[in-house]
């Protein structure tokens, strides 16, 4: 081996050893405990949480009812407590028998607390992973979580933990009168931020109801910017297997409101995108009933199009900003573009807007199609700074 291809081997794995060393330094809020179990202290408590909320090996629950802390409830988001419901699945109350605590869904018929649920907490602790997607409802909880904090005088306590997806903004911005749960706040498709600082801003902007009252903490962090690669040790829902599909998912979850698969169904769900008819494409794959996707989309056809586990993880990450290309090109190939996107609008919703679907069906360029979110982009960039817990 020359000596130019020893130096090029060796940065290579010293940087490679810098970004995972910076990734496994990161402490999480929930880890930081002196920061806030003094504040837990004589306090009746409340947990938004899910299989995500872990402390090591542990889970948070399990860990704060070690150290004495009174949890009176527990809510689940979308996939429930443990994580393994399906997308969409409605998630029921139940009861936790291993902590013996009763458990009230956020994901069903109410998605807010009601004043019933929190009239005897003094603050609930909400310790949940997101991946930095407007569409990832449990960003939306949070923010009702807030809401309902605010209106009912409860004290809300964030532990943050890092984006995956927090080292760009990309997409266009949530626009008046599209609000739905997949889309729950005027913010960009990748808006660039931890729950934390989410947090901070749904209540600064104004956002929730009753925002001037809202007793909010944020547990940040420690070791973490937004410069910082970030693997999440644990899926964070049943078809975000590993990095990859997190990493694409800002990319691909817009084909969920089309004809589209995106691989639920697969070993690998965000990681493929076909069709039975589709012409082009260079792979197939076949969905079958998994764990976390009972009734996937095109169960049991052959779907033709493209694999997408074949880019690395490092290309999706240095690329920093939504990949429009697969959703184009896709688009342009298919043979019944009057059925491509679901009649229902979930694709609008999905993109907060009808203005992409709107330039897709006319064929505007990609450069066209960002060009029409930028000023929205660029607004909401400088918004974001006053509410940052982070160096960029």
């Given amino acids: 081996m020359s000596k130019l291809r020893i130096t090029w081997f060796l940065t290579s794995l010293l940087a490679c050893a810098d970004l995972y060393g910076q990734a496994l330094s990161v402490q999480v809020g929930a880890a930081r405990f002196d920061r806030y179990l003094p504040l837990l202290a004589g306090k009746q408590v409340g947990l938004v949480v899910n299989h995500t909320s872990r402390v090591g090996d542990a889970h948070l629950v399990d860990t704060l009812l070690a150290r004495g802390v009174c949890i009176r409830r527990v809510f689940a988001p979308e996939h429930g407590y443990r994580g393994t419901a399906d997308d969409g699945a409605d998630i029921r109350d139940g009861y936790d028998h291993r902590a013996g605590l009763p458990l009230h869904s956020l994901y069903g018929k109410r998605k807010k607390p009601s004043p019933e649920d929190l009239q005897d907490l003094d603050v609930v602790v909400f310790d949940i992973q997101d991946v930095g997607a407007r569409f990832?409802?449990?960003i939306s909880t949070l923010f009702y979580v807030a809401e309902a904090c605010a209106e009912n005088g409860v004290e809300l306590l964030v532990l943050d933990r890092p984006n995956p997806n927090g080292h760009y903004l990309d997409g266009p911005l949530l626009e008046q009168g599209m609000e739905s749960f997949v889309g729950i706040a005027p913010i960009p498709m990748v808006h660039g931020c931890t729950v934390g600082e989410l947090a901070r801003l749904f209540a600064g902007e104004g956002f929730i109801k009753s925002a001037d009252r809202l007793k909010l903490r944020v547990i940040p962090?420690?070791?973490?910017?937004?410069?910082?690669?970030?693997?999440?040790?644990?899926?964070?829902?049943?078809?975000?297997?590993?990095e990859r599909s997190v990493l694409l998912y800002p990319s691909i979850c817009l084909f969920e409101g089309t004809a589209v698969s995106v691989g639920r169904g697969t070993e690998t769900p965000f990681q493929w995108v076909g069709h039975p008819t589709f012409p082009a494409g260079d792979s197939l794959f076949i969905p079958c009933p998994t764990a976390g996707a009972q009734a996937p989309l095109h169960e049991g056809a052959v779907c033709k199009g493209y694999d997408l586990r074949r880019i690395s993880t490092d290309s999706l990450y240095s690329k920093s900003r939504i990949n429009l290309s697969w959703l184009l090109d896709f688009y342009c190939e298919y043979p019944d573009k009057e059925n491509f996107f679901r009649k229902n609008k979930y694709f609008d919703l999905l993109a907060g807007t009808p203005h992409l679907r709107e330039l897709m069906e006319m064929g505007s360029s990609e450069e066209t199609i960002r060009a029409s979110w930028s000023d929205g982009l660029a607004f909401f960039r400088l918004v974001r700074k006053d509410y940052l817990l982070y160096d960029e």
């Fill in 221 to 242: 962090c420690a070791n973490y910017s937004h410069r910082t690669r970030y693997v999440l040790p644990i899926r964070p829902s049943p078809n975000l297997p590993d």
């Fill in 136 to 138: 990832y409802t449990f």
